[in-house]
């Protein structure tokens, strides 16, 4: 018999966090053994400095799309402060029906190592949600800057599809710790 492929929902609703180890503790250990002791540099990395007086764990530094069938054309919104989170909430987002697009996120994580981070979005049109979608962005090393790429979606076509849509973001991990709620807004337009 063939086996049911299990949706990213259904694995997520089984998963069971680890026990929350700190990075010290994780680099003592095993510490006499020189190939582990290599291996644990490689996917740790030498961690680099983080800001002492910024408790982020996950600073998420921008949010963009992408278009891929129109090469070039790239909105990207800087989200490393709370002036710019609310001025992205206030800049609509204009998308021509039909559309391919990707988002992109930018960020840095600092501090400890952050698993299974989650961009979870919420997308709402006059205040009934339509849709709601998680994607697993992966678990990170602190000391570094990633780059996050989500699957292509394609924006709504049809007149009774174009129009305003709300979408509530937030970026959450295994601890159940909410890095960021972001809002933005798309306008669906039949031409631009």
């Known amino acids: ?44 990395g030498k961690m680099g400095k983080s800001d002492p007086n910024d408790k982020r764990k996950c600073v998420i530094d ?14 990207t919104f800087p989200l490393d402060t709370k002036e710019a989170v609310e ?18 996120v930018k960020f840095r994580i600092q501090h400890d190592i952050v698993s299974a981070l989650k961009f979870v979005n919420s997308v709402y049109k006059k205040g009934i949600r339509v ?15 990633y780059s996050w790429i989500s699957p292509v979606f394609q924006a709504p076509h049809g007149m009774i599809a174009r129009g305003t849509y709300k979408a509530k973001t937030q970026f959450l991990d295994d601890d159940k710790q909410n890095h960021l709620d972001m809002e ?7 031409n631009l």
Request: glycine share 6%; with cysteine; charged share 45%.
């Open 131 to 145: 849709e709601k979608k998680a994607h697993m962005m992966g678990s990170y090393a602190p000391g570094k800057s």
């Open 62 to 75: 921008s949010f963009g799309i992408t278009f891929p069938n129109d090469k070039g054309k790239e909105l």
């Open 1 to 44: 018999k063939k086996k049911k492929q299990m949706s990213e929902e259904e694995v997520a609703k089984g998963y069971k966090a680890p026990k929350k180890v700190s990075i010290e503790e994780l680099k003592k250990k095993d510490d006499e053994d020189e190939s582990l002791r290599k291996y644990k540099e490689a996917l740790l």
């Open 87 to 104: 001025k992205l909430k206030k800049t609509p987002i204009i998308i021509k029906e039909k559309s391919d697009y990707k988002f992109v």
């Open 184 to 190: 933005y807004t798309l306008c669906i337009q039949k």
